[in-house]
């Protein structure tokens, strides 16, 4: 099994033979050697910045709630239901009243397979 590490600042996963490795000399710290994914993340480390307020950070992304599945969540929630309303010079009834009127759609499921078979037929002619 191949060991990952994670990066100390974004939380990405370090991969075998990429990164960055930190050994703090000034205090000791709890954790002798800190791994880094870049020297991005090295660097907004060294500045003391705080990874929850870094856009592009997963701590960030986590506490935004900024995960695919959460925005796919989010569309489908938004869609919202059409209503029939009144247009000035018609009413509604109006609408509706000619909207019956018309025919109804036509089914085109046979035409389509007719088309379908008459290519399949020609690919079978070319060969």
Same mark, same amino acid.
């Given at each position: 099994m191949v060991r990952r590490d994670e990066c100390e600042f974004s939380n990405y996963m370090i991969h075998p033979g990429h990164g960055r490795r930190y050994v703090p000399f000034a205090f000791i710290s709890t954790k002798p050697i800190l791994s880094?994914?870049?020297?991005?993340?090295?660097a907004q480390?060294?500045?003391?910045?705080?990874? $929850?307020?870094?856009?592009?950070?997963?701590?960030?992304r986590r506490l935004n709630k900024k995960s695919? !599945? +959460?925005? *796919?969540?989010?569309?489908?929630?938004?869609?919202?239901?059409r209503v029939a309303r009144a247009i000035v010079?018609?009413?509604?009834?109006?609408?509706?009243?000619? $909207?019956?009127?018309?025919?109804?759609?036509?089914?085109?499921?046979?035409?389509?397979?007719?088309? !379908? +078979?008459? *290519?399949a037929f020609r690919k079978g002619q070319k060969k």
């Open positions: 880094f994914h870049s020297t991005k993340c090295f480390y060294k500045r003391k910045k705080n990874p $929850r307020f870094v856009p592009w950070t997963r701590t960030f695919s !599945e +959460a925005v *796919i969540a989010k569309t489908r929630n938004r869609k919202s239901n010079g018609m009413e509604l009834a109006q609408i509706q009243e000619t $909207r019956a009127k018309r025919p109804a759609p036509k089914d085109r499921s046979a035409k389509r397979k007719a088309a !379908e +078979a008459e *290519i």
